[in-house]
C-alpha cells in the first residue's frame, strides 16, 4: 500500500506528533515529572556543584580585590548603620512585645515559628527563558514542592522539583512565578509576577491604592505557599492609565539574584499558608 | 571509556559556561554546536545519538523548563543533520551555518510547545519573540566560530593524548 519512503515519513510524522503531544501534556502538568527528572538532578548536582564551586572561587578572589579598595568607606556607612539600628531594634522588641500581648488578649491561634534549613546554592538554570537556581538540600532533608525558599534580605522564591539531595527553586523573578503580595502601607493586594529580568511587575492592583515609589512590598500569605509578612521588594514605578481598574506598579526585589550564595528553606507549614 | 568521560565533562563545562556567562548575553544553545561538531568527526552515528540523549537528559535536568524539551530538541536534530547528510555534503560553510539556525529553529519550536498556552497569552510575547530573534543572529555570526574552536579543542587534546601515550610508551621500554 505504501512505498518504503511514504512508510518513513508517515513513521517521522506520527512520531513528532506524539512527541508534541507528550510535550504539552508535560507542560499543562506544570512540567513536574518528579521521577525521572529528579533522577538527573541527583546524578549531575554533584558535578554542577563541584564546578561551580571553581567558578565561585575564581570570582571570589577577584571581587575581593575590589572590595579590599572600598572598604573603609563601607566600613564607615555601615558603622552609622548599625547605630541607628540599635534604635531601631528596641521600638521593634516593644512592638513585638505588645503585639503578642494583644493577640493573647484578643484570643488568637498561636503562630507556628518558622522552621527553617540552610542550603547552598549550588547552579544556576542552563536556560535564558528560565530562572530558576538548584540548591543542595532534597527531599532527605524535609524539603518539598512548593517549600518557600528566603534569604534575610527578602523572598527568593519555590521550590517546583525535589530530588533526594537536590531542589530547584524557581525565582520570583521568572516570567511563570506568581505571589500574593501587599504594600505595606496602603495594603494594596495584587500579584508580584517576575518579567525574566530584575524588574518584577505588581499586577491586579486596584487604582483605588495610594502607591509611592519606595513603598515596601511584602507577602500577603493568601496564596497558601509564602507566609505572610516576608519582604519581597520596593515599588520603583507607578502609573495609572486614564482608564482601567488596576495601575501599573513595578517592584524591585531586595534580593540581588546574581549574589545568591546560600539560602533558607521554610520547611514547616505556618498557620498562614495552611489557612490559605 | 574515556570518550564517555571526556563528553561528560566537556557537556558540563559548556553547560555551565552558558548559565554563567552566555545566558547573560541572550546566546543560544552552544550544546547545539557541539552535537553538530560531533556528528562531523565522530565515525560512530550511534556514539552520536547516545551524545543526544545524554546531552538532552543534562540540560532538561538542570533546566527550569518541562522535562524533555532538550532530549526532542537534540534527538530531531540529529535526525534531520542524519537524513540531511545522505543527500548534501554537510563538511561546507553555508551548511554548518544552516543547520546551526535549524537547530536553534527545532529548539525554540519544541521550547514554545511545551509553554504554548504561556507564551500566547504572555504580556512578554514580544520581548521573547525579539530575544529569539537575537538567538538566530548570534547563530548566524558564531556557529561557524564555535564549530572551529571546538575543532581546535580537540586537535589540542588529541595532540596532548598523542604526547602523553608516546611518553608512557617510552616509558614501558625503559
Known amino acids: 500500500m505504501f512505498s518504503k519512503k511514504k512508510f518513513i515519513q508517515l513513521v517521522v510524522i506520527v512520531f513528532l506528533l506524539i512527541n508534541i503531544a507528550a510535550l504539552i501534556a508535560a507542560g499543562r502538568g506544570g512540567g513536574k515529572i518528579q521521577g525521572f527528572g529528579a533522577f538527573g538532578l541527583d546524578l549531575f548536582g554533584p558535578v554542577e556543584h563541584v564546578l561551580s564551586k571553581i567558578t565561585g572561587s575564581v570570582e571570589k578572589i577577584w571581587m575581593n580585590y575590589f572590595s579590599l579598595v572600598r572598604l573603609s568607606s563601607e566600613n564607615n556607612e555601615l558603622l552609622e548603620e548599625i547605630k541607628q539600628f540599635h534604635s531601631k531594634e528596641t521600638l521593634y522588641k516593644e512592638v513585638v512585645l505588645e503585639n503578642e500581648r494583644l493577640r493573647r488578649l484578643l484570643k488568637f491561634s498561636k503562630k507556628i515559628k518558622p522552621e527553617y534549613i540552610a542550603a547552598e546554592v549550588v547552579g544556576r538554570d542552563s536556560v535564558k527563558w528560565f530562572n530558576t537556581i538548584i540548591i543542595n538540600r532534597g527531599k532527605d532533608s524535609g524539603v518539598d514542592l512548593n517549600c518557600p525558599v528566603i534569604v534575610p534580605e527578602g523572598v527568593v522564591g519555590q521550590v517546583i522539583k525535589v530530588s533526594r539531595n537536590y531542589s530547584k527553586v524557581l525565582l520570583i523573578t521568572d516570567r511563570m512565578s506568581g505571589v500574593d503580595c501587599l504594600v505595606q502601607v496602603s495594603r494594596g493586594r495584587g500579584v508580584v509576577s517576575g518579567t525574566g529580568s530584575e524588574i518584577c511587575i505588581f499586577k491586579y492592583i486596584l487604582r483605588k491604592f495610594d502607591i509611592q515609589v519606595g513603598d515596601n512590598v511584602v507577602t500577603s500569605g493568601m496564596d497558601g505557599i509564602f507566609p505572610k509578612g516576608l519582604r519581597v521588594g520596593e515599588v520603583t514605578r507607578v502609573s495609572k492609565k486614564d482608564s482601567g481598574i488596576f495601575q501599573d506598579v513595578d517592584v524591585k526585589p531586595f534580593v540581588d539574584f546574581e549574589k545568591l550564595e546560600e539560602v533558607l528553606i521554610i520547611l514547616n507549614l505556618p498557620d498562614e499558608r495552611k489557612d490559605g | ?174
Request: aromatic residues 24%; charged residues 15%; contains cysteine.
Open chain 2, 1 to 174: 571509556m574515556a570518550d564517555i568521560l571526556f563528553n561528560f565533562f566537556f557537556l558540563s563545562i559548556l553547560i555551565l559556561v552558558q548559565s554563567f556567562f552566555l545566558n547573560a548575553l541572550g546566546f543560544y544553545d552552544i550544546l547545539l554546536v557541539w552535537i553538530f561538531y560531533y556528528y562531523m568527526v565522530s565515525e560512530d552515528k550511534v556514539r552520536v545519538f547516545l551524545l543526544c540523549i545524554f546531552a538532552g537528559y543534562l540540560k532538561d535536568s538542570l533546566s527550569g523548563g518541562v522535562f524533555g524539551v532538550y532530549l526532542s530538541s537534540y534527538l530531531w536534530f540529529f535526525l534531520i543533520i542524519r537524513v540531511s547528510s545522505f543527500y548534501l555534503n554537510l563538511n561546507n560553510h553555508i551548511f554548518i551555518t544552516l543547520f546551526g539556525i535549524a537547530g536553534v529553529v527545532i529548539n525554540g519550536f519544541f521550547l514554545f510547545v511545551s509553554n504554548y498556552e504561556y507564551f500566547l497569552g504572555s504580556v512578554f510575547f514580544e520581548e521573547i519573540f525579539s530575544l529569539y530573534l537575537r538567538e538566530l543572529i548570534y547563530c548566524f555570526f558564531s556557529f561557524l566560530i564555535l564549530f572551529y574552536l571546538f575543532n581546535r579543542v580537540r586537535e589540542l587534546i588529541l595532540m596532548v593524548k598523542a604526547d602523553i601515550q608516546s611518553k608512557l610508551a617510552k616509558l614501558s621500554r625503559i
